[in-house]
C-alpha cells in the first residue's frame, strides 16, 4: 500500500449553491462527536446489508479513506479494517495521513453511492476530486457501485414498522429538498447571471483568438517547410 | 445481415451492472473473473464464482446471453487459472468465452467442444486470414474486430470470413495494436495483455495543482488540465505531450467511440453484434448507454433512423468521435 500526500494543497471542489450548503452552516458549530452514533448506525447498516462492499474491500485492511463532502462542515473517514470497520466523522483530515480522498458535493457523493451517476462521468467532468491512492479509490468507488445500495430501502429496512410514515416523510422532505434547490439556483442565477454572461463572452473571444494563433502557427510552420 | 439478427452486446463490472444491462434491454452481457484473467482485472471489479452463477441465472431468466471474457495471455507454462476460468465458465452454463490466446483457443476448443468461443479484440485479428485461421482451427464463431478498420473494411472482411463480426459501437477508445500494445507496460511494469491493466490504479496519481489538475502514470505525467477542462483516462495513448515544440495529443485525444449514426452501415456491411465497452465503468453508465442502444437498434429494426441521442455527460473528455469508421487520416 503506497500513502501518498499531494505536494501542494488541493484545490477545494466548490460547493454548490444548495440546501445542503445552508444546512451545513447551521451544522458548523455542533462538535462532530455528537453526530458519530449516526454514522455507527449507517456504517452497521451497511455491514448488515451490504456485506459485499467491504468483501470487495477486504484487499485494503490499512486504507484510511477520506471522505470530504464539501458542502458540510465536517468529513468522514472510512477504515475497512476486515472484521472491525470504521466511519469516523472529523471536522478535516488535519490530524491524519488519508491513503485517498474522495471530495465532491454531498448530493453527487449520494447519487454515486445509488449508482444513479457515473463515477468516472463525475471524474471527467472535475465535479469530483480524488487525491492519494487511486487503486483504493477505484476499488471503494466499484464496491459500492456493485452494490446497489437503495438508500430509501436501505432507511426503511432499519426502522421496522415506522418505514412506511418515514418513507412518506422522507418523501415529502425530497420534494421540499427539490423545490428549495431550484429556488436557490434562481437566486444564484439573478445575482451571478450577468457576471456569467460577461465570462463567457470573454471565454468566445479567448477562443477565437486561440483558433487564430493556432492557424498563424500551421501557417508559419508551412511556410517555414517551404522554405 | 439484417437489423433483426443484430445483437447488442453490453459490458458489466459488477452484479449490480449486469443487472442493469439486462433490465435495459442487452441480448448479451460479457463479464470477467475477478483476476488477471480478462483485460479488465481492475481493484473492487469483476465477479466471483458465486457471483457469476448468480448473474448467469438472472440473465438467462430474462433471455440474455451471458459471455465471460477470459481474454488475457495466460504467463508461459502457468496457464491453470486461464484453463480453470474456462472451465468454470463452462460449468456455470456461460453462453461463450472471449478468447484470445491460441494455446487458450486450443484448451477450450478440446476441453470444451459444447463452448461457443469468441475472439476477443485482444487477439487484434483484423484480416480475413487471420479470422479463418482462428475459425479453421479452434472453431471460433464470432470475431471481435479491433477499433482501427473503417467500414468499407468491415464489409470486405464480412464477406470474407464464415463467422459472426463483431464491433465496438461505445466507449473508450484503444487505437492501438490491441493485445500487443506495451505503453502502459512500459510505464508501469504491469501488462494490459498478460495482467488485464492498462493503466494500473496502483500507478496512477492524480495531482491538484492550483486550479489544475496533473495526471501521472508511474511516475510519468501524462496531462494538465486546466480548470474547467474536462478530464479523460490517465493512459498513454491519451497524453498531452511537447513535441517539437508544439503540446498536442501524439495519438488520440480524450474521446469515446460512439456511432450511433453509424448502426445503419455497419449492419448493411454485415455486422452480427454492436458491442458497447466499459465493463469498469458504473451501472448508471451501463443503464444509460445500453437503454440508448437498445432504443437505436429497435428504431432500425423498425425501418426507422436511428434517433439522436445525448451521451454527452458519460463520455470520457465530454467529447465523442466516430474512430477509425470514418477516419479521415486513414
Not at chain 2, 25 to 46: H, I, K, M, Q, S
Amino acid at each position: 500500500m503506497v500513502t501518498h500526500r499531494a505536494d501542494q494543497p488541493p484545490r477545494p471542489v466548490d460547493p454548490p449553491f444548495s440546501p445542503v450548503l445552508l444546512a451545513g452552516l447551521a451544522l458548523a458549530p455542533v462538535p462532530p462527536r455528537l453526530l458519530q452514533p449516526l454514522f455507527d448506525a449507517i456504517l452497521s447498516v451497511v455491514r448488515r446489508r451490504h456485506p459485499d462492499i467491504l468483501d470487495r474491500l477486504s484487499a485494503y485492511p490499512d486504507a484510511v479513506v477520506g471522505i470530504d463532502p464539501v458542502d458540510l462542515p465536517f468529513t468522514l473517514v472510512l477504515e475497512p479494517i476486515p472484521g472491525q470497520p470504521r466511519l469516523t466523522v472529523c471536522r478535516d483530515f488535519d490530524d491524519l495521513r488519508p491513503t485517498a480522498v474522495i471530495r465532491g458535493p454531498l448530493r453527487m457523493l449520494f447519487d454515486l453511492c445509488e449508482g444513479r451517476i457515473d463515477g468516472d462521468a463525475a471524474f471527467f467532468s472535475r465535479q469530483l476530486v480524488i487525491e492519494g491512492d487511486t487503486e483504493v479509490v477505484l476499488a471503494l468507488r466499484n464496491a459500492v457501485d456493485g452494490a446497489g445500495i437503495d438508500l430509501e430501502g436501505d432507511f426503511a429496512a432499519t426502522v421496522g414498522p415506522l418505514a412506511a410514515p418515514l418513507r412518506r416523510a422522507a418523501r415529502m422532505g425530497g420534494w421540499l429538498f427539490e423545490r428549495m434547490s431550484r429556488d436557490m439556483a434562481l437566486v444564484r442565477s439573478a445575482i451571478v447571471g450577468p457576471a456569467l454572461r460577461g465570462a463567457d463572452a470573454q471565454s468566445a473571444r479567448i477562443s477565437e483568438l486561440e483558433t487564430e494563433l493556432a492557424e498563424m502557427r500551421r501557417s508559419l510552420r508551412h511556410r517555414e517547410r517551404r522554405a | 445481415m439484417s437489423a433483426e439478427n443484430v445483437e447488442l452486446v453490453c459490458p458489466a463490472g459488477t452484479p449490480a451492472a449486469l443487472k442493469a444491462a439486462v433490465d435495459a434491454g442487452a441480448d448479451c452481457v460479457y463479464v470477467g473473473f475477478r483476476d488477471e484473467t480478462n483485460a479488465r482485472n481492475f481493484p473492487g471489479l469483476n465477479f466471483s464464482r458465486p457471483e457469476l452463477a448468480d448473474g448467469i441465472a438472472y440473465a438467462h431468466e430474462r433471455g440474455t446471453k451471458v459471455l465471460v471474457a477470459i481474454n488475457t495471455f495466460p504467463r508461459a507454462g502457468q496457464p491453470e487459472i486461464w484453463r480453470k476460468a474456462v472451465d468454470d465458465a463452462a460449468r456455470l452454463k456461460a453462453d461463450a468465452v472471449i478468447l484470445a490466446d491460441v494455446g487458450l483457443c486450443d484448451y477450450a476448443h478440446r476441453a470444451h467442444p459444447e463452448l461457443r468461443l469468441h475472439l476477443s479484440v485482444q487477439a487484434s485479428a483484423s484480416s480475413a486470414e487471420a479470422i479463418r485461421f482462428y475459425h479453421q482451427a479452434f472453431g471460433i464463431q464470432r470475431a471481435v474486430l479491433p477499433r482501427v478498420l473503417t467500414v468499407p473494411e468491415i464489409a470486405a472482411l464480412c464477406g470474407q470470413v464464415p463467422i459472426e463480426m463483431e464491433v465496438f459501437v461505445f466507449g473508450g477508445l484503444c487505437v492501438m495494436a490491441e493485445g500487443r500494445c506495451s505503453l502502459s507496460s512500459y510505464a508501469t511494469g504491469q501488462s494490459p495483455n498478460m495482467n488485464g491493466v492498462c493503466s494500473p490504479a496502483s500507478h496512477v496519481r492524480y495531482v491538484e495543482k492550483g486550479d489544475k489538475v496533473v495526471s501521472q502514470l508511474g511516475g510519468f505525467t501524462i496531462n494538465t488540465f486546466r480548470s474547467g477542462e474536462s478530464a479523460g483516462y490517465p493512459t498513454l495513448c491519451k497524453g498531452r505531450f511537447e513535441a517539437n515544440g508544439r503540446l498536442s495529443y501524439l495519438f488520440e485525444e480524450p474521446t469515446s467511440l460512439n456511432t450511433l449514426s453509424l448502426l445503419p452501415d455497419l449492419i448493411a456491411a454485415g455486422v452480427t453484434a454492436f458491442k458497447i465497452e466499459g465493463r469498469q465503468r458504473g451501472r448508471a453508465y451501463v443503464g444509460n448507454v445500453v437503454t440508448a442502444f437498445r432504443r437505436a437498434v429497435d428504431a432500425i429494426r423498425r425501418g426507422e433512423t436511428p434517433p439522436a441521442i445525448d451521451l454527452d455527460a458519460i463520455t470520457e473528455g465530454n467529447r465523442q468521435t466516430s474512430g477509425a469508421y470514418e477516419r479521415s487520416w486513414r
